[in-house]
């Protein structure tokens, strides 16, 4: 009987402690999974908080660096040179004697054309007597009034004579000045085309000289449609050369087009940079750092939070319920890992990061604040 009452208790145990041990929890973990099931059907979603970007931006543009001034310069009479000053490299000051040309013929026209001119000035005191005279005569009805007439054509014919000779003259004179090649303005001579006993002619290629003006230089570099808002006059540019790799000249935005170029929609603008040292030379290859201060600042987001569709592109956002809505936006520039919102987007909102197409408009999500990317 003993031994009965202990298989009977036996039996309990092992029944009670698989029950209390084994189907007892795992019943409570259902109920558990059940009631967390029949409570909520949200999908967990990572978001990323969309931030403006910096409100200044460096916007890097290739140039080339050009003279400030920069001219050929040709002959204005003919002949042949008689001696050049100057050579490439050489510095000059404005009015300083290049070359020299000898001009005979010039010379011989000039000497023939001031004894022309002095013919004409006699001619012309004759006929100034002569046209007196008669008119005198005419007043005492001495002579008929034709002949006073006659006399007095004459002489204006003889001093328009005398002004022509004088005009030529002058122009000899011109000619033969410009047998003395001067700098028009102070620079560097950075080509010579010419030698002695060359023969010479007027606007004649080659030039003879090639000047340039490198004390300051330009570059024109093309500033795209989105950055045009916030160009300025007198903004300072940073200015590097592969050849000075450690070192930033500093130019400034003088001038820029009044308007945009319609095929490239970019500005023209102009950078002029001071080259007091003379280390830059114009037709040096170069980058151009424009500072640009924006006073609306752009949201930045990661690229990979964009839905591109033909429609139009969008972005997920988890609205004050915590359901997702599709928003449309204005794409700006794309940096790569991360792309400009221009419109249709605030600071503050909660975007999805990386969206799937498991996602659909007015779902019920769980929002979770991912790592910080749009800084």
């Not at 001009?103 to 046209?131: G, H, T, Y």
């Not at 319920?321 to 400009?340: A, S, W, Y």
Request: contains cysteine; proline residues 5%.
């Amino acid at each position: 009987m003993k031994s009965r009452l202990f298989l009977l208790l036996a039996v309990f145990a092992v029944v009670a402690a698989v029950y209390f041990l084994g189907i007892a929890p795992r019943r409570r973990d259902d109920q558990t999974l059940t009631a967390r099931a029949a409570g909520t059907d949200r999908l967990s979603v990572n978001v990323m908080i969309a931030a403006p970007g910096s409100a200044t931006n460096e916007l890097q543009l290739p140039g080339t660096l050009q003279a400030f001034a920069d001219t050929g310069i040709y002959a204005r009479t003919s002949g042949y040179l008689a001696s050049w000053k100057v050579d490439i490299g050489d510095r000059v000051e404005a009015g300083q004697t290049l070359a020299t040309i000898d001009s005979p013929e010039v010379n011989q026209e000039l000497f023939q054309a001031r004894a022309n001119l002095e013919q004409a000035k006699a001619n012309l005191e004759l006929a100034r007597v002569s046209a007196a005279r008669w008119k005198t005569l005419g007043a005492q009805d001495a002579v008929a009034a034709q002949d006073v007439d006659t006399k007095q054509a004459e002489f204006s014919a003889r001093k328009a004579d005398t002004d022509a000779a004088e005009a030529n003259v002058e122009r000899l004179q011109q000619l033969q000045g410009f047998e003395t090649i001067v700098a028009p303005f102070a620079g560097v001579i950075t080509a010579r085309n010419v030698n002695v006993g060359n023969l010479i002619s007027p606007g004649a290629a080659p030039e003879l000289f090639h000047l340039s003006q490198n004390q300051i230089l330009r570059a024109y570099v093309s500033v795209p449609q989105t950055y045009v808002a916030d160009v300025k006059v007198g903004l300072a540019v940073g200015v590097t050369l592969a050849e000075f790799p450690t070192k930033i000249f500093t130019g400034k935005i003088v001038r820029f087009a009044g308007a945009l170029d319609a095929p490239s929609r970019t500005l023209l603008t102009e950078v002029q940079i001071p080259n007091p040292d003379g280390q830059l030379y114009p037709g040096m290859y170069c980058q151009l750092r424009l500072r640009l201060t924006t006073l609306a600042p752009v949201i930045l987001i990661p690229s990979n939070n964009v839905i591109i569709r033909g429609a139009g592109n969008l972005v997920v956002i988890v609205t004050d319920q915590n359901t997702l809505h599709f928003q449309p936006v204005k794409l700006g520039r794309d940096f790569g890992t991360q792309i400009e919102i221009l419109d249709g987007l605030k600071a503050g909102a909660h975007v999805v990061d990386n969206p799937n197409d498991a996602l659909s408009e007015g779902a019920s999500v769980e929002p979770r604040l991912a790592d910080a990317k749009a800084n």
